[in-house]
Structures are given as structure tokens and as C-alpha cells.
């Protein structure tokens, strides 16, 4: 029989080792999976994890999108994962993204047709409040009331949903679209569009924007007082008011970074690869991210690393669906599975397996 | 002496890296009450958890009456007629007296039934108890009358009792003994494990001692005195504190008219706790477990405020100041809980070092944390209190009780306070560290801090307090030169007996 025991210490080699454990089980399983399908198991998986990068056939679209989906990942998940590590649960960034989009894109489009490159940073900084400001209200009613913030902070991306669809088809609609749903494109107005910065690459300003997150949120978790009181917080919430720390502050910090940076993604989005606001621009970035965030330890490197991951799966997945005629449910199961593996190998983390007969512990 | 009840035979039970027991054997006869006796860490609970079909013994054999006995579960050890009473309850605060001992039977009798069987039971042995009433409002000394009023629902032939007395005045201690005499009488075998040597020596009729997982020694503890018997639970002669006279000086913290509405429902509100504490000076806070004792150190912790006015250090008012602002005034403090409140368990020494010290030891500048810094306040801490430890980078919950409370009250120690209140500072500490513990305590009120110490312990209080003052419900009684006290006045200091009659 197989037992589990608790390791003193948590073992720092299988910190590093279980990702990559994870995404071998994953190819394993994955693979099978595939050939349960009837498909050829290692192209699919050459095509998911290969040729989406390097056949000279399709790399020239797809290796872009890589930072293009990896981007708004990898910004919201940083500022989840500080929410994450204080046990502040924001599950609402798709929500808070949406919004940082609107709010961002309707102080654009109140300017327009101005031509100042001063209305992008204009629009960006609105933007990170409206995110911002949209977090608040879980945050303030927590504080104050003790409401559950995964509750909230969820319900409101179904307000934040809707808000987006009246304001698509109403107050921002663009007057000059033959009454088409959806805004001006704001990736073709000079003065407010984030443009591809290196051509071919994908980077864009907001691909610039999530590395700084991630390296300030490195420097915060690692270097700061601030951040030492976040992950005390989360591990040992006792300990954390007896060393000082107040709850409602950092409730409100966490909440508030989190919804910013969210807020940020959305407003990069519109201005970038998506253009515009129109009723679906947002994919569930904000969602994705929480997997992120998981899959990359709610370290900052490793949510980089996690993000970058993910985007090859999306666009490995879709080149694979294309490509072999894999069915777009296989390519979510894989993801799936992706996820449910590294949460699985991380008991390897805290825990030793031993085979052997099952004892009670003293 | 007639055939023994239980008989135990080179029992073996080994953990990776520690022999829990080696080679354990003793026997106890009917209506024997034997003690076990020995430091933490010295395997007595492996010991009777093997006997209570919680752990599996690896060799060796028991008999119970002539019966082999190898439980595999509790289950099979109560239908052999073993009962055990824990140290730590296993009740339902929510739900009344009848329902938490229905819980704990396997064929619970209706409830009108059962509650008058309770009645009639806890009567018998002076242990009354009303079915009806909701656990939560219990004292703890009326917990344990529930906890043992299940075990003789079940007519054991075998009770085990671990430390029964850590939560119980030396009044309701003495009618628990009343009882334990009088179902000894009856014919039951008790096995008593505890590490108060003078209870031992007034109740029990033999002794076994553990030391590393061996038996030791065995003795009447009627005819041994207690030092002989504490260094062999030890294996090496005690020395006591030193504690120079010495006259206390100016005030230093004063606490006025403290109350405090409980934190939690089963909470102990504080009721006008008043406290004046002296340079030099060590006040010990005795009680009884749920008095108060966790709120008075959050209190004065910072970790929950009180009305301006209330406590003041040094001619300021901290009353509504955090815990990081009233450790930069000087007043420190270490809570009782080890893991999870003065420490973080998953934290490495250097980040549970910096927890508290920070800001006194100069750690961080503008927020950046010196790590070098914090790494060397670690090493001094573990090399001035002598925790046992690979490095300053070993996770806290992968040290012994002793070695994490001796790194907790060496954190604090070393930051130099004004005022230092510890809660509980040798709880489940062995004697060794407990001795350098109480050490570094005294040595901190001799060099001109103030130290309050609230404890259970009160053999611990009187070695080193100055003034002795009870913890009751919340309410603190006035404070009286420890010098002048005995075990009795303290115990009706402590409340007294709770209402409790003795068995007749």
C-alpha cells in the first residue's frame, strides 16, 4: 500500500521538479487521450508544443500570439497571486478587466478625434483605476461588512458582463459604424493605440507592462516587509496579527493591485489586439489567469513562465484543432489535465511516498 | 499481589528516525492506580495509544486479564474494557452534555435514557452533571467530568487518564482524586500519566518510568521522594533557578479598568483587569485554562485594543496602539500557541526571527528587509538559548515544542523589552529547557525589565514569581507576595472548586 508522509521541511527540488513532472504527465495522458480519438498522439503533441512555435508554414502567425496571449495573462495572474499568497481570493479579474477596459476606452473616445500621443497614457491610467474601482467594491464590503470576496468579486463579472454589452451597442458604440455593435477602432486612432512595439514579435506595451509586474511583484515578495506580511498572512493568519499585520489593509492592497493590473490587461487589450470594445472582446483572460497563477506556484517568475505555457497551449491547441481535426473539447481536456497534474505532483512538495503498510501516526 | 489486569511485554514501536518505545514492559493489577511517568518526548503516549488500539505496537505483547490484546482500532479496545480520558477534549462546544457522550457510543441508549444514566453515574462519583446543558458554557474542570463520565458510562476495567489535572484547580484535582480512589476501590485499573511528581506521589501506588522510549525505573511513589523521581524521568541531577533578592523599582506598566467583550462566542470576556508592574519585578498570572489568560496576552499584545486609558507603559498610553507600535514602546510579548501564532510554521527561522524583530533589531530599511541581517538575528537566537536546529533556514514546524519555544522567548528576550508577557512559556517543554527558559526570564527582570508570566503551571509561578495574582473567569484578583503562599490559598485564589462536591 502506498502512504503519504508529511516531510518536516518542504522539499526545495520538488518545488522546481513537479512543473516539468506535471507537463510530462500531461503529454503522457494527453497523448493517450489523443489516440483514444484516433489521431497520431505525437503529432498532435508536436503540433501543440512545435510547430505552433517553428513550422515555417504557420510560426510566421502563431509565434506572435504567443506574447499577445501570454501578455494579459501574465498581468493579471501577478497581481492575483499577491491576493492568492494573503488568502484573498479575487476570482473576479475577468470582471475588473472588463471594466478597466471601458473605463479606459470611454475617456479615449470622449477626446476623440484629438491627436495627442498624451490620450494612450491618459487612457491607461484611467484604465488601472476603473480596474482598481471595480475590486473596491468586494474589498470595501469584506472590511466592512465581512461579505465572502469570492462571492462578490465573482457576481460582479456577470454585472461587469452586461455592463459591457449595453455600453457596445449604446453609449460607446461608434457613430460611424452603420449601427454594427461596437466602438471606434482604437488600434487605428494614432492617439490611443498600443501598436506591435518590435515587428513580428507580438510585444506590445502591454507585454512590456506585465514584465515589469512581474518583476515588481518578485521584488515585493521577496525584498519587501509588505510582501513578507502577505505571504504571512496567507500561511499563518494568527501570526500575522500578532506581528502587526491588519487584515482590512492588506485586504484592501491585495484586492486593490490585483484589480489594477487586471484593469491594466483590459485596457492594453482594447487599444491592441483586440481594437475595440465590442460586446465579446474579452476571452476569459481574467478566469485564465487564476490557472495561471496556480500553475506558476503564485511566484512571479514562475506565473511568467506559467503564462507563456498557456499561451502555447491555446495556440497550439487551435493550430492542432486546425490542423488534425481535433476536436476544440480535446484540446480543453488537455488543458485541463495540465492543470489537475501539477495540482496533483505538488503533494510531492509537503509529502514523501512510501510503500509500505499504512500506519498511524504518533 | 493477584494476577495482573494488564500485562505489557517488550513492546516496540518505532518511528523513521526515533525508537518511540524499545522493549516496554510493566503490568498493572486490578484496582492499581500506576503511574507513567516522563518528560515529553519520553513515548508515554505512544505507549498508551498502543494500549487504546490507536497505534500498532511493531513487537512485543499485551494481555488483558489472561487475554491477548491487540486492538486495531479503539473500538476493539473499549469492547476489552480499556477507556481513556485525553488530555485534549474531543467535544462538541455547540451541542449539550447527553448528545457529545451519545456521540462517542457505539449503541447510544434513547437520550431520556441516557440522560439519566449521566445523572445517576456522575452522582455515584461525585461528578454531577446536568445532560441538558450546552458544552460551549462549560468550565474546563466540568469538561473533563463529561470526558470521564463517558469512559464509566462504559464500565471499564481499564481507564487511562492523560495529565488530567493541567486544567483543573487543586480542589477540583483533589475531588478528582476522591473519584479516582473510589473506582479503584471498585476493582478498576487506572493508569495515571502525568508529570506532576507530588500528585503522583499522592494518588498512585506504583510507579513506571520512560526515559527515550525505555522503562527506566519503577517505584512506589509513596516512598520516593520527588526529586528522586524527577531525576530519573530526567536521567541527570536538577538544578533550580537562581533568583537573587532584590527590591523593585519604579512602575513601568500599568493596567487600569481593562474590560473586554469576548472575542469569539465561547470566548472569556475581561473584567476590569487591573495590573501595576515594577522595573525588575516578575508577576506571575496563575488560572486555570479558559480564564481569560488568551485574552489578557492579546490585550496587552496589541493584538486587540482597548479603551484609551486602560494600558499604559512608562507614562504612555498604548491602549490603542497595534502590536508593531507597542513592541517599538518596549512592550513584547509570546503568546502561548507555538505553531501558528508566535510562529509561522512553513516560515524558515531567519523570516520567524524577523516576524517579531524587525523593527527593535533594525531589519529593514524603508521597508526593504535585510535578510543578512535577519539570517544573523536567527543565529544568535540559536546560539544564545541553544535551539537544537540544523540552521537558521529550518522551517518552524520541523523543530521540537522545546527548541520552538525556547527560539520564541529568545526572539523576544534578545530584542531587549521594557516589558516582556509571556503566556505559557513551558508548556510541553522538557525539564532542561523549561530550566533555561524560567533562567532567561529571571535574568531579564534582573537586568531592569518588567516580566509577566501567565501560566498553568504553578509549581512554575512559584519559582519565580515575585507577586502571584489568579486569572478567574476574566477577573484578575489582587496581586499577593508570592513568598507568602500555599498550594491552598492559591487554589481558592483560582476560584476554588467550582461547585463540585467530593465522591462519598
Not at chain 1, 489516440?35 to 498532435?44: C, H, I, R, S, T
Not at chain 2, 513568598?483 to 483560582?494: S, Y
Not at chain 2, 476560584?495 to 467530593?502: F, I, L, R, S, Y
Amino acid at each position: 500500500m502506498i502512504s503519504l508522509e508529511k516531510r518536516p521541511t518542504p522539499s526545495r527540488a520538488w518545488t522546481y521538479a513537479t512543473p516539468f513532472l506535471a507537463v510530462a504527465l500531461t503529454v503522457i495522458a494527453g497523448g493517450l487521450m489523443f489516440a483514444a480519438l484516433g489521431k497520431d498522439p505525437v503529432a498532435a503533441i508536436r503540433t501543440i508544443f512545435y510547430d505552433a512555435l517553428f513550422d515555417p508554414q504557420f510560426a510566421a502567425y502563431s509565434r506572435p500570439q504567443l506574447l499577445v496571449k501570454a501578455g494579459p495573462l501574465i498581468l493579471i495572474a501577478t497581481g492575483l497571486a499577491l491576493g492568492f499568497r494573503a488568502g484573498v481570493w479575487n476570482i473576479g479579474a475577468e470582471g475588473q478587466y472588463i471594466i478597466g477596459a471601458l473605463t479606459g476606452a470611454a475617456v479615449g473616445l470622449a477626446l476623440y478625434p484629438a491627436d495627442t500621443r498624451m490620450i494612450f497614457p491618459l487612457m491607461v491610467i484611467v484604465g488601472a483605476l476603473g480596474g482598481w474601482a471595480w475590486a473596491m467594491i468586494p474589498a470595501i464590503l469584506k472590511t466592512r461588512f465581512n461579505t465572502n470576496e469570492i462571492l462578490v468579486s465573482l457576481l460582479l463579472v456577470y454585472v461587469a458582463e452586461n455592463l459591457l454589452a449595453s455600453m457596445a451597442v449604446g453609449r460607446l458604440r461608434n457613430p460611424e459604424g452603420g449601427g454594427f455593435p461596437g466602438s471606434r477602432n482604437l488600434s487605428q486612432w494614432d492617439s490611443a493605440a498600443n501598436p506591435e512595439l518590435i515587428a513580428d514579435t507580438g510585444m506590445h506595451w502591454g507585454v512590456v507592462a506585465a514584465f515589469i509586474a512581474v518583476i515588481f511583484a518578485y521584488i515585493l515578495l521577496n525584498r519587501h516587509l509588505t510582501g513578507f506580511h502577505i505571504r504571512l498572512a496567507g500561511q499563518a493568519p494568527r501570526a500575522a496579527r500578532f506581528a502587526g499585520v491588519e487584515p482590512t489593509r492588506l485586504v484592501v492592497l491585495c484586492l486593490g493591485i490585483s484589480g489594477a493590473l487586471a484593469g491594466l490587461a483590459g485596457i492594453f487589450e482594447v487599444t491592441g489586439p483586440a481594437g475595440q470594445i465590442s460586446i465579446d472582446f474579452n476571452v476569459g483572460y481574467g478566469f485564465t489567469a487564476i490557472i495561471v497563477a496556480f500553475l506558476g506556484r503564485l511566484h512571479p517568475i514562475g506565473i511568467a513562465l506559467a503564462g507563456l505555457l498557456m499561451a502555447l497551449t491555446y495556440i497550439g491547441g487551435e493550430l492542432a484543432s486546425f490542423m488534425l481535426g481535433i476536436p476544440a473539447a480535446a484540446i480543453q481536456a488537455f488543458q485541463g489535465m495540465l492543470l489537475f497534474f501539477l495540482l496533483a505532483v505538488d503533494v510531492l512538495t509537503n509529502y514523501r511516498v512510501r510503500l509500505g503498510r499504512r500506519e498511524a501516526s504518533a | 499481589m493477584t494476577a495482573p489486569l494488564l500485562s505489557i511485554q517488550g513492546l516496540t514501536k518505532a518511528y523513521p528516525g526515533v525508537v518511540a518505545n524499545d522493549d516496554v514492559s510493566f503490568e498493572i493489577g486490578k484496582g492499581q492506580i500506576h503511574a507513567l511517568l516522563g518528560e515529553n518526548g519520553a513515548g508515554k503516549s505512544t505507549l498508551v495509544k498502543m494500549i487504546y488500539g490507536l497505534v500498532t505496537p511493531d513487537s512485543g505483547r499485551m494481555e488483558i486479564a489472561g487475554q491477548p490484546h491487540a486492538p486495531a482500532t479503539p473500538l476493539q479496545a473499549r469492547d476489552a474494557g480499556v477507556a481513556m480520558v485525553f488530555q485534549h477534549f474531543s467535544l462538541f462546544d455547540a451541542l449539550d452534555v447527553a448528545e457529545n457522550i451519545a456521540l462517542g457510543m457505539t449503541d447510544p441508549p434513547p437520550m431520556r435514557d441516557l440522560a439519566a444514566r449521566i445523572r445517576e453515574v456522575s452522582h455515584a462519583y461525585g461528578l454531577p452533571l446536568d445532560p441538558d446543558r450546552i458544552v460551549g458554557d462549560l468550565s474546563a474542570g466540568e469538561r473533563q467530568r463529561v470526558e470521564i463520565v463517558r469512559c464509566l458510562l462504559q464500565d471499564p476495567r481499564l481507564l487511562i487518564m492523560d495529565e488530567p489535572t493541567s486544567v483543573l484547580t487543586p480542589q477540583e484535582v483533589e475531588i478528582l482524586f476522591a473519584t479516582l480512589r473510589k473506582l479503584a476501590a471498585e476493582g478498576t485499573a487506572i493508569l495515571y500519566i502525568s508529570h506532576k511528581l507530588e500528585e503522583i506521589r499522592s494518588l498512585c501506588d506504583a510507579a513506571t518510568i520512560l526515559r527515550l522510549g525505555k522503562v527506566v525505573g519503577r517505584c512506589d511513589p509513596r516512598e520516593t521522594s520527588a526529586r528522586e523521581l524527577a531525576e530519573q524521568m530526567v536521567g541527570s541531577t536538577l538544578s533550580s533557578p537562581a533568583r537573587p533578592e532584590h527590591t523593585p523599582g519604579d512602575t513601568l506598566l500599568t493596567v487600569e479598568n481593562l474590560s473586554l467583550p469576548p472575542a469569539h462566542a465561547f470566548g472569556t470576556p475581561l473584567r476590569d483587569i487591573q495590573i501595576t508592574l515594577a522595573r525588575g519585578e516578575v508577576l506571575g498570572i496563575g488560572g486555570v485554562a479558559g480564564n481569560g489568560q488568551d485574552e489578557l496576552l492579546a490585550a496587552l499584545s496589541g493584538e486587540r485594543l482597548s479603551p484609551r486609558g486602560t494600558v499604559t507603559l512608562d507614562g504612555s498610553d498604548l491602549s490603542r496602539a497595534g502590536p508593531e507600535a507597542r513592541r517599538k514602546a518596549g512592550l513584547l510579548s509570546a503568546p502561548e500557541e507555538r505553531l501558528g501564532h508566535a510562529a509561522a510554521p512553513d516560515m524558515s527561522l531567519t523570516e520567524n526571527a524577523l516576524l517579531t524583530g524587525h523593527g527593535r533589531k533594525g531589519l529593514t530599511g524603508r521597508g526593504f528587509i535585510d535578510w543578512r541581517g535577519a539570517a544573523g538575528f536567527a543565529r544568535d537566537i540559536i546560539a544564545a538559548f541553544d535551539v537544537r536546529t540544523p540552521g537558521e533556514g529550518t522551517a518552524a514546524r520541523a523543530l521540537s515544542g522545546g527548541n520552538l519555544q525556547k527560539f520564541v522567548i529568545g526572539r523576544e528576550v534578545l530584542q531587549g523589552p521594557t516589558v516582556l508577557v509571556v503566556n505559557q512559556p513551558t508548556w510541553g517543554v522538557d525539564a532542561a529547557a523549561a530550566a533555561a527558559i524560567r533562567q532567561a526570564l529571571l535574568d531579564l527582570a534582573e537586568a531592569g525589565a518588567g516580566v509577566i508570566v501567565i501560566s498553568q503551571d504553578l509549581d512554575e509561578l512559584m519559582e519565580i514569581s515575585d507577586r502571584f495574582a489568579a486569572l478567574n473567569e476574566g477577573r484578575l484578583s489582587a496581586p499577593v507576595p508570592a513568598a507568602t503562599l500555599d498550594v491552598k490559598r492559591i487554589g481558592l485564589m483560582l476560584g476554588g472548586a467550582h461547585d463540585m462536591e467530593a465522591a462519598e
